[in-house]
């Protein structure tokens, strides 16, 4: 994930976007497309964005602003097509709510015609329009319009419930990063087949009524491979590293094979291999090593798909093609041309940079053998991430997996080749500069174009949640800011030169309401940071939960102390921290601070650093104490353990009306080690790390199990300390 602009000793700035503070062309062109020509880094300081990100990004909308003629035709060609448009190109419709502004102010006589997603044409005029949008059922249906003087206009009309479902009662669940989770079955990474193991105890054994997994999206194969989820090649399609391949009905099939081969049996060889993979993180304390687990994958998965498939699973596997279509082809296509020409399509030959070439048609009919071998491996991974969902309602959980959708692609991968058109070419989001990082961030991550979204009716985007929903029961939003606006930062650029975009956050949200409303699925915004004024609330208002994070939850108009539990928010997930943060443990004793001093990132003197940090976990504690829940604990700092400590820690988060609590699993056995330390590369071992107990030895999924520190910490969690609470 990015990191978050966050700062627990300052209140968290505003960001709105201000106002543009002249009538120049150039803030009325930007204006017109939603780019912004200022914005506010704290509520009582507006600064101006820099004329040459303004140009860069309307440029990046085919929008020439290079030069003062440029500007001024550009914006007398712009205010023609607004003049003249009947409708925009996407309209949405709350249940239950008036009709959409742009119909209602279309002139008297204007005949509708609706063609519904279901198939069905309804057809009125402006007269009948009010009773005619409240009958129309939830989707995303065609819209035509033909004014009495014959103009015409068509749209997309999204029909979208007005709000989600509150979660079924009050719950608590497990956060963990999935690769980090390894059993003594997995191949040195955790797998689907852990995931599925994990929600059938955890649902089972603990009450747990939900696990949320870093995003499984399939990353961009390459040596090494980028292990952050959060850069992922698709997010639309897992990645198949996850799969647990004896699990796979055709394996055994394939191990007999193996053996009438006798060419030395590859397979019957690979639970040595296994073996040798897991211990070197279990045992030898080395690093997760995910080139060479997905290496020994692919060459089983090689002789996995030689085996035909039966009747049933062909038939499964050939509607799982139909209803996936296109966009897994492209897909498929792109993982089969990234083997032969690298895994940035940017300097393929030019005739494959498009995927609707004739080039690339040619190499896809040469490369079909390898386009199935990837769309199979598509299949195999969606079916085992099913299982994992089925396990974790089998077990009794009343959400299951909670999946965690990242905030953009790499820009050469599978997904920004396929979607051109709707990708900002030239263009990074990030962050602007702020309190966390006064040089502004640049995530490396292209934006969607919202023009081209709109214009759509946002298909990509429906597609997206469609297919990450269908296994989840609920679904995080990485930076769910970006659903209203994005930081674009030109290429080659720093991030302090870039500007915001805006997106049209109704569209966005009545498409995320609607999918999610479908699929029966919560959905959990990442908040945290800098979030401009309106946008929680806009949230709330449609059953969208927040994220809160105990150590920033302060009363930052009031004085910055801890904010009392009860004036926390109910739509949220809450929990102790993040895989982005250090872990319960490291904050309380500050370990923390002494690894960003070890790897030289620390901008103050290393004193002051370790003084905040104990006086932030001192005032944490005091709190505690106060509120009686920190047991035994009516002396000092070492009157109590550090275990004790972090079972207060959730005690205080039961206190809080939060919907949700979300326990991170690392620290359930002390873990001090953060998954991800933002800021750094190859300083840290980013997203390599197994889970650990408190001196630094990886714990198994079976040594979970059978962790006393965790189950009395899960015991806190489902007696309540008194609470009604599950």
């Known amino acids: 994930m990015p990191p978050r602009p966050a700062d627990p000793g300052e209140p968290p700035p505003s960001g709105a976007p201000a106002e543009p503070s002249d009538t120049t062309p150039l803030a009325r062109l930007a204006a017109s497309y939603g780019v912004a020509t200022s914005y506010r880094p704290s509520p009582d300081r507006t600064v101006a964005a820099a004329d040459g990100a303004v140009v860069a990004a309307l440029a990046a909308l085919d929008v020439d602003a290079g030069t003062p003629q440029a500007v001024d035709a550009a914006l007398a060609a712009r205010e023609r097509q607004l003049a003249a448009r009947l409708l925009p190109p996407t309209l949405v419709h709350w249940g ?29 005029d402006r007269a009948g329009l009010p009773a005619t949008v409240q009958d129309l059922p939830a989707g995303v249906h065609t819209l035509g319009a033909t004014t009495p003087d014959g103009r015409t206009a068509d749209a997309h009309l999204v029909v979208a419930p007005p709000r989600l479902p509150a979660p079924p009662g009050r719950t608590y669940g497990l956060l963990v990063q999935l690769y980090s989770l390894l059993s003594r079955r997995s191949w040195g990474m955790g797998d689907l087949g852990d995931l599925a193991e994990l929600t059938s105890w955890a649902g089972r054994a603990l009450g747990a009524g939900f696990v949320q997994v870093n995003p499984l999206h399939a990353a961009v194969p390459g040596a090494p491979t980028d292990p952050s989820p959060y850069r992922p090649s698709s997010r639309r399609y897992p990645d198949p ?7 796979i009905p055709e394996y055994p099939y394939a191990l007999a094979a193996d053996d009438a081969e006798g060419d030395g049996g590859f397979l019957r060889t690979l639970p040595e291999r296994a073996a040798r993979l897991r211990e070197s993180v279990l045992d030898k304390g080395e690093l997760i090593d995910r080139d060479a687990v997905w290496e020994l994958k692919r060459q089983a998965l090689e002789r996995v798909r030689a085996v035909p498939l039966g009747p049933g699973r062909l038939a499964a596997y050939w509607d ?45 009919a040469e490369l079909m053998d390898r386009v199935d071998f990837h769309t199979r491996l598509a299949w195999l991974t969606d079916a085992q991430l099913g299982t994992a969902q089925r396990s974790a309602r089998d077990a009794g959980m009343p959400i299951g997996l909670v999946h965690d959708l990242a905030v953009g692609v790499h820009p050469g991968g599978a997904d920004a080749w396929a979607q051109q058109r709707y990708v900002a070419a030239g263009m990074s989001i990030g962050a602007p500069p702020d309190t966390f990082n006064s040089r502004g961030q640049d995530w490396g991550l292209p934006p969607w174009r919202p023009d081209r979204l709109a214009e759509s009716g946002y298909a990509p985007y429906r597609r997206l949640l469609r297919a990450l929903l269908r296994h989840a029961g609920a679904l995080r939003i990485d930076h769910v800011m970006g659903l209203f606006r994005l930081w674009w930062v030109p290429q080659g650029r720093p991030p302090t030169e870039g500007t915001y975009v805006r997106y049209d956050a109704d569209a966005m949200l009545a498409i995320l309401v609607l999918e999610a409303a479908r699929a029966g699925a919560l959905v959990i915004g990442e908040d945290l940071g800098t979030v401009e004024p309106g946008v929680r609330e806009a949230l709330d208002e449609r059953g969208v939960l927040g994220t809160s994070v105990l150590w920033f939850e302060r009363d930052w108009e009031g004085g910055g102390r801890p904010l009392p539990p009860e004036r926390w928010r109910t739509n949220c997930l809450a929990t102790a921290t993040t895989h982005d943060l250090p872990s319960t443990a490291s904050r309380l004793t500050g370990d923390h601070v002494d690894l960003r001093h070890r790897l030289g990132l620390l901008t103050r003197p290393l004193a002051e650093e370790r003084a905040e940090a104990a006086a932030d976990a001192s005032e944490w504690l005091a709190v505690l104490r106060r509120l009686g829940l920190l047991n035994g604990a009516s002396g000092g700092l070492s009157a109590v353990s550090e275990e004790a400590e972090i079972q207060a820690v959730h005690r205080f988060l039961l206190r809080t009306p939060a919907r949700m609590i979300g326990l991170w699993l690392p620290d359930a056995v002390g873990d001090r080690r953060p998954q991800n330390l933002p800021g750094t590369w190859d300083q840290y071992p980013n997203w390599r790390l197994p889970i650990a107990d408190a001196g630094g030895r990886p714990v198994t999924l079976e040594d979970l199990a059978a962790s006393p520190r965790l189950r009395a910490l899960v015991d806190v969690l489902r007696r309540g300390e008194g609470q009604d609470a599950w």
């Not at 239950?96 to 057809?123: K, Y």
């Not at 590293?241 to 699990?247: C, G, N």
């Not at 966009?327 to 940079?353: K, M």
Request: hydrophobic share 35%; aromatic share 6%.
């Open 241 to 247: 590293v996850h799969l647990r391949v004896e699990d």
């Open 320 to 364: 799982f093609l139909a209803e996936e279509g296109e966009a897994l082809e492209d897909h498929a296509t792109w993982c089969a041309l990234a083997e032969v020409y690298g895994s940035d399509w940017h300097r393929w030959p030019a005739g494959l940079r498009d995927p609707r070439s004739a080039e690339t048609a040619r190499a896809r």
């Open 96 to 124: 239950g709510g008036e009709p959409p502004a742009a119909l209602t102010a279309l002139p008297d006589g204007t005949r509708l015609r609706v063609r519904t997603e279901q198939g069905e044409t309804v057809a009125t």
